[in-house]
């Protein structure tokens, strides 16, 4: 079997539905497991149509709900020519509207809006995007069936971001699916939903619907997890930035999970660990252009060509710094540091501290920045009246800039060359950080310099 996971780009007009259709004729054989999001931008309506219910504003929000339709309507009018199933789709499609509108009156007579609530919202999206997908299917001679992955999918009630049950999940999935698949049918599965053990709707947060295809492919043992977004693939750095930016054709499960977490344009770590638990391969693929073979992201790194495989950068940081002749030699000030963070929730991005332990950096969002400094500052009042703590100061903006690849592990001269680099563009570096695991070298400079430090690193490993 194939997982093809579909995102919003992919299923959010008739040109590129039309290929999502030739994409799955063209695997047929393979018998494919689609998963699908709902179309572009759509989530974004619905959660802040429900911003607008809970302000009673009642004329924007009927507005909204008239637009959704029109926008289904519109694909439902233009793709599926048979009457009888056209008349079908559109009318449970009128009452996913019903529904849709029911919430937002609810919301609007309470006032409040809950995590629930959103999460019961948010579902409309995915529903009538898959409901759609079937009957568009169904026209083109491909025997499909909508599955409402809430049947199959049991998380705890973490609304927004919920935690699968995967030994119930599991078995719920491999069992339905694969009875659909040898039945002859494709399934087209909602992504980004689920439900807790009473049945009530759950989304399982950031990048969900991707999130979804892995689950599901590793449930049914899939070949591979394919998912179609609007990239060729995993770039060796942000092509809008970088000159020379290409298509990495392969990279590990390491590699993608550090890529992501310092900006690229890759999928979330959390999407990989189903299908790194079962050694399934993921391959980023473009609907817009699908003969390009994409990046496959495997268990085995490709350690051909430059050590390094990409440089990106994550912007809109902070530095906190703490500084103090007195922090030398103390025991428990990092803990301390750490837990006062943890209390504010603020997150913690990097952490470069001197040997001498007289100055420790943290670099935070921009946006924790304020809630970072109070939290420090009334941990370490005391010790700053006392003068063991000079102050905690701010530096921002900041970027980190991150260089990865599993080729760096071993290799010599991978940090001279990046930081002879950076030096020869003229760029500042603040801070420095490095993991024991020599899979990537990270740095702080000005925002306004990231960019031109990223192009150098990236020309001096000629990525």
């Not at 999206?125 to 999918?153: H, K, L, P, W, Y």
């Not at 599901?216 to 750095?237: L, P, R, Y």
């Amino acid at each position: 079997m194939l997982t093809m996971k579909f995102g919003g780009t992919s299923v959010g007009d008739v040109p590129r539905l039309q290929e999502v259709v030739a994409i799955v004729k063209k695997f047929l054989d393979k018998q494919p497991v689609v998963v699908a999001s709902a179309m572009g931008g759509l989530t974004n309506v619905l959660l802040d149509t429900a911003q607008k219910a809970v302000e009673r504003k009642s004329a924007e929000v009927k507005t909204a709900v008239a637009e959704i339709y029109e926008r289904h309507a519109l694909i439902a009018n233009a793709m599926i020519l048979n009457s009888s199933r056209r008349e079908v789709l559109i009318k449970k499609q009128q009452q996913s509207i019903d529904e849709l509108t029911n919430l937002y009156h609810g919301v609007s007579l309470l006032r409040e809006l809950s995590p629930r609530s959103l999460d019961a919202i948010a579902s409309f999206g995915e529903i009538m995007s898959c409901r759609q997908i079937a009957a568009i299917f169904e026209e083109n001679n491909i025997t499909s069936f909508f599955v409402d992955a809430r049947t199959i999918i049991r998380t705890d009630d973490n609304f927004g971001e919920a935690a699968v049950d995967f030994s119930y999940s599991n078995s719920q999935i491999h069992e339905t699916l694969t009875s659909l698949v040898h039945n002859g049918f494709v399934p087209i599965v909602t992504g980004f939903i689920a439900s807790t053990e009473d049945g009530i709707t759950t989304t399982i947060g950031r990048s969900g619907s991707d999130y979804t295809g892995s689950i599901v492919g590793s449930a049914v043992g899939s070949e591979e997890i394919w998912i179609w977004t609007d990239v060729d693939g995993v770039m060796t750095a942000d092509p809008r930035f970088v000159k020379g930016a290409k298509v990495l054709p392969e990279i590990s499960y390491r590699e993608a999970a550090e890529m992501s977490y310092f900006g690229a344009k890759v999928i979330h770590p959390k999407t990989m660990v189903p299908a790194i638990v079962k050694n399934i391969p993921i391959r980023i693929k473009n609907t817009f252009n699908p003969e390009h073979p994409g990046t496959l992201i495997s268990a085995k790194p490709d350690k051909q060509g430059s050590s390094a495989k990409t440089v990106t950068s994550i912007d809109n940081l902070a530095i906190i710094a703490i500084e103090g002749n007195g922090m030398i030699g103390v025991p428990g000030v990092s803990a301390r540091i750490f837990s006062a963070l943890a209390r504010a929730q603020v997150n913690v991005m990097m952490i470069s501290q001197a040997s001498s332990e007289h100055n420790v950096c943290i670099i935070v969002p921009r946006k924790d920045c304020t809630a970072g400094v109070k939290a420090l500052r009334d941990e370490f009042s005391i010790d700053i009246a006392k003068k063991i703590i000079d102050d905690v100061s701010v530096r921002e903006p900041v970027s980190i800039v991150a260089v990865v690849g599993e080729g760096m592990i071993g290799s010599k001269g991978i940090a001279g060359r990046t930081f002879d680099a950076v030096a020869k563009a003229d760029v500042n570096i603040i801070a420095i950080a490095q993991g024991s695991s020599e899979l990537n070298i990270s740095f702080v400079v000005e925002q306004s310099e990231a960019m031109k430090a990223v192009q150098s690193v990236h020309d001096a490993f000629h990525l």
